[in-house]
């Protein structure tokens, strides 16, 4: 049975038995591209597809969708489809009290790695995957297989990580602070704060955004040089530890801003001073508010 | 803002605070002189008209006029003062709070439509006011008491959550005591010496019930209180075009260009703030 | 026809670059954008796919942050007075060229000017720049698979909104005046007359774009919601859009001294799709949800800008399809208008 098949037919037993009232997965929307999908009824579950351009984090919506009624009622369970990237977020999630583990349903399926350009390409079904190059943190990545399922589909293999020829993370720290600064301002000089990075972001569920324009009282509403990169920067240390390296920020950005460079390098500190990776195992909370003695691993 | 063709009008006049006292829990009544030009372009506005207000360092909100051209405020001569009842909610409100008599503020104005005063002659009129929803209802109020014989019987219907905040308590006794006219009052949550209705305006409008012959109806406060008193009143047999409303929204020019306070295609604030329910009835829904 | 050659091309702007600012398509990073260029090798002539640059020309009249008064704060007259204000209108001067605008983009620019000046008052700052604005528009060749710009009313060689128009030929640009401004940045130009007449760009089928009274009967169907699930509530498709024009105003401080307190009212793009967008002080939102706020944008373009202004808020430029992290396709909604 194909990934697409499975799928489809937890989908539907999930929502027959009334075990959830949605299962968040993907479908192949117009032009031939994956895009997320909310299916809400047995019916629905034809529409849910698996292939290499599934690149959306799934997870992000979760902490909106899982979050108590008016009145304080629970939301009811909800099924997601993710990948092992997607995966850690949600044990991210879990540490971090967005929800309960028994309100989501976890579909694992074990990945063979995203396309570069998935989501804005035409890949319409599993059996043609298309052509092209994996995205470079598919080829980085260590676990094919999700960390957390209720559902697993697939068969886990071992796909030792391919040794990328030049880290773009090794040329950066090369450079003297001077040079590393101008390099990123030219960068954030092109954001437009448009929010996509941080509205993408299976991390970013803040009711209230620090860097929200409308309403921090922090940074200005400007979409000025000064506010993107107090933005950039003060997002990518409210991921330190937390990010799980889905790569959603970066190719949500219209404007080829290199996110995942200050995402990793953060998240490369915390490796060697902590041996910590975010998400990789359920944990009882974030790391930075794990205050052990020796401050070693949580 | 005819008055104001050539320049820029983004660019406020500039009013000096001389009376700012308190009108009800967290509601202040704030007079504005206006110093140059600002007088001349305000010295016509009409009832149900808007301004922005800016307080310098916080930015600018838009404010129902709340008093009338010729109407001297308690205390204050000529009629030349602008005023405004201001709830302090966000932070141009809580800036405005913290000024005092002496102080400077912006003005930009007068904006947006009005109520149609003189297609009122006759009828016979009712006001529903909820909150500081009255704020922009009294200029109507006042218009039609300065000129009380031009029209038929006068209902005010005036609610609150809570009796410490009605607003312009100190002039209910003027009103009740013109002629041909009655106050109701009503809170949700009366507080031990209250003796006046208990309930929404609903149940208020309900036990009043005025006839739809040959009458208006002017009302603003809360969307959800709108809502509700708009579709009591079709109910009772008003028919869309006699009724009246003032709305609010977002918004950040006043002059049709910011885009925020758009009601289905119309722009609250240059095609309103005043509807009649036959313009913006099937698009109330999605004012709430 | 007339043709500018290669080397007269780059020679002519090269010239305008000299005296006055020059905006033209130019890659930074691998995105192609309008940026300020000191002379014709900076530009990006035939962009490849899409052939548009990301972001609109919309920003040469309507920047992301735009400066409207400085306010100053003097100190008070005499100790426990009030302090006086000082306010000084921040209006933009000066001329610009904008270079190798594609139709699209100009067409934007037709929805802007009537939003921003055809009621009265007209915005005095976008005013100011749009006349002192030249445009010069570069034909499209072809559609590119997300453009629809024939289907709203324009076409990848429509040269109706701009004062200039070129189209790519075998052997340099022609050229084709539009208005007497574009005729006259001609002078100075090395023209070279050519036989036959500018080469015509190539269609993609059009799409059914349903009438502005078709709308109002689907305000309520649950497709709105539907469709905004996924929706992730960023500002990117109004950031991108050369015809979305929303703003934001506020008081920032700025550095000052002797006692004087500055602040510059700037104002901001905003986006009707973010849900702080209609939330007022108290927190009351009357467009909460997704599904509201995407209704809203779309009924923006096709039915309440055509009610005010007589036409479409659209330009089909397909950025939207391009650029949304979650592939909400904007001909999507237009096909549930027309099919139900």
């Known amino acids: 049975m194909s990934h697409t098949a499975s799928i489809q037919a937890k989908a539907r037993e999930l929502l027959e038995t009334g075990a959830v009232a949605c299962v968040i997965g993907y479908e192949i929307g117009p032009r031939g591209r994956a895009r997320p999908v909310f299916v809400e009824s047995p019916e629905g579950a034809s529409r849910l597809v698996w292939n290499q351009a599934c690149t959306h984090n799934l997870a992000a919506y979760l902490p909106a969708r899982l979050r108590p009624g008016k009145k304080g009622e629970p939301a009811r369970p909800v099924g997601v489809v993710v990948k092992a990237c997607d995966s850690r977020a949600i044990n991210v999630l879990l540490a971090e009290n967005q929800f309960a583990r028994e309100q989501v349903h976890v579909i694992g399926v074990v990945c063979p790695g995203v396309l570069e350009g998935a989501g804005q390409r035409s890949i319409p079904d599993e059996a043609s995957p298309g052509e092209g190059p994996l995205q470079a943190r598919c080829l980085r990545c260590a676990e094919r297989t999700p960390v957390v399922s209720d559902t697993l589909i697939g068969e886990p293999f071992a796909a030792p990580p391919a040794t990328l020829e030049e880290d773009p993370l090794d040329r950066l720290s090369g450079l003297g602070a001077e040079e590393r600064l101008a390099y990123w301002l030219e960068q954030f000089d092109r954001c437009l704060r448009c929010y996509a990075c941080r509205q993408a972001c299976p991390m970013c569920n803040c009711p209230t955004c620090l860097f929200e324009r409308d309403d921090s009282t922090w940074l200005g509403m400007g979409i000025g040089l000064s506010e993107k990169r107090a933005f950039h920067l003060g997002r990518a240390y409210h991921l330190a530890g937390r990010c799980v390296g889905c790569n959603e920020c970066e190719r949500a950005c219209p404007m080829n801003i290199p996110i995942s460079h200050l995402n990793r390098m953060l998240a490369r500190e915390i490796e060697t001073a902590f041996g910590y990776r975010a998400g990789l195992a359920p944990v009882p909370g974030p790391l930075v508010t794990v205050l052990d003695r020796g401050e070693g691993r949580p | 803002m005819a008055e104001q063709a050539s320049s820029n009008p983004m660019l406020p006049f500039l009013g000096r605070l001389v009376e700012v006292r308190d009108l009800a829990a967290e509601i202040k009544l704030f007079g504005v002189e206006m110093q140059n030009g600002g007088s001349e372009a305000f010295a016509g506005h009409r009832p149900g008209q808007f301004a922005f207000v800016s307080v310098f360092g916080k930015g600018e909100a838009p404010f129902g006029i709340a008093s009338i051209p010729g109407r001297p405020s308690p205390g204050q001569e000529g009629g030349r003062v602008l005023e405004f009842a201001v709830n302090r909610l966000g932070s141009v409100t809580t800036g405005l709070h913290e000024l005092g008599a002496g102080d400077y503020v912006g003005v930009r104005g007068p904006m947006g439509n009005s109520f149609p005063m003189q297609d009122f002659v006759g009828k016979n009129l009712i006001v529903l006011g909820g909150g500081i929803g009255g704020a922009p209802l009294r200029p109507v109020i006042h218009s039609v008491l300065d000129r009380r014989a031009d029209y038929g019987h006068f209902s005010i219907l005036w609610a609150a959550r809570h009796p410490s905040l009605l607003v312009f308590t100190d002039e209910y006794d003027d009103w009740r005591s013109a002629p041909d006219t009655d106050l109701h009052l009503t809170v949700d949550e009366p507080d031990a010496t209250w003796d006046h209705n208990i309930g929404l305006i609903t149940n208020l409008l309900a036990r009043v019930a005025p006839s739809p012959e040959n009458a208006v109806t002017i009302t603003c406060g809360p969307p959800i209180m709108i809502y509700f008193v708009e579709k009591m009143l079709a109910e009772m047999g008003f028919a869309p075009e006699q009724c009246y409303v003032t709305l609010e929204a977002r918004m950040h020019c006043g002059i049709g260009k910011c885009g925020r306070c758009n009601l289905g295609g119309k722009l609250v604030c240059v095609d309103g703030p005043v509807f009649t329910m036959a313009e913006v009835g099937a698009l109330l829904e999605s004012y709430l | ?340």
Not at chain 3, 100 to 105: E, H, S, Y
Not at chain 3, 233 to 261: K, M, Q
């Open chain 3, 1 to 340: 026809m007339k043709v500018l050659t290669p080397s007269a091309l780059h020679a002519w702007l090269n010239a305008l670059a000299r005296d006055r600012l020059l905006i033209a398509p130019k890659e930074e990073a691998g995105v192609l954008l309008y940026r300020r260029v000191g002379n014709a090798d900076e530009i990006a002539f035939t962009g490849k796919d899409p052939q548009r640059p990301v972001t609109p020309i919309k920003q040469a009249f309507f920047p992301p942050t735009e400066r409207l008064l400085l306010i100053e704060r003097l100190p008070a007259d005499e100790p426990g007075g009030s302090r006086r204000i000082r306010l000084s209108e921040s209006l933009p001067e000066g001329e610009q060229i904008l270079f190798g605008v594609r139709p699209c983009d100009a067409r934007g620019v037709r929805v802007l000017d009537a939003a921003f000046l055809e009621k009265e008052p007209a915005d005095p700052y976008y005013q100011r720049r749009r006349q002192g604005s030249t445009l010069i528009g570069l034909a499209c060749p072809e559609m590119g698979p997300t453009c629809f710009c024939k289907s709203v009313g324009g076409g990848p060689d429509d040269a109706s909104d701009v004062d200039l128009m070129l189209f790519e030929t075998e052997n340099g640009f022609a050229v084709q005046p539009v208005t007497e401004k574009g005729r006259a940045l001609l002078d100075g130009a090395e023209l070279t007359e050519t036989e036959g007449e500018p080469p015509r760009s190539a269609l993609t089928d059009p799409i059914p774009v349903p009438d502005r009274l078709a709308w109002p009967p689907h305000f309520q169907d649950s497709f709105w919601e539907q469709m905004a699930e996924r929706c992730l509530s960023c500002r990117l498709c109004a950031y991108i859009c050369p015809t979305c024009r929303c703003f934001d105003v506020r008081d920032e401080a700025l550095p000052a001294e002797d006692g004087r307190e500055l602040y510059e009212r700037i104002r901001c793009w905003d986006s009707c799709a973010g849900e702080p967008y209609r939330r007022i002080a108290g927190g009351h939102n009357p467009r909460a949800g997704k599904g509201q706020r995407l209704r809203n944008r779309f009924f923006c373009k096709f039915h309440y800008f055509p009610e005010q202004y007589g036409h479409q808020a659209c330009t089909g430029c397909g950025r939207c399809i391009d650029l949304c992290p979650v592939n909400i396709d904007i001909t999507e909604v237009l096909s549930h208008l027309v099919v139900g």
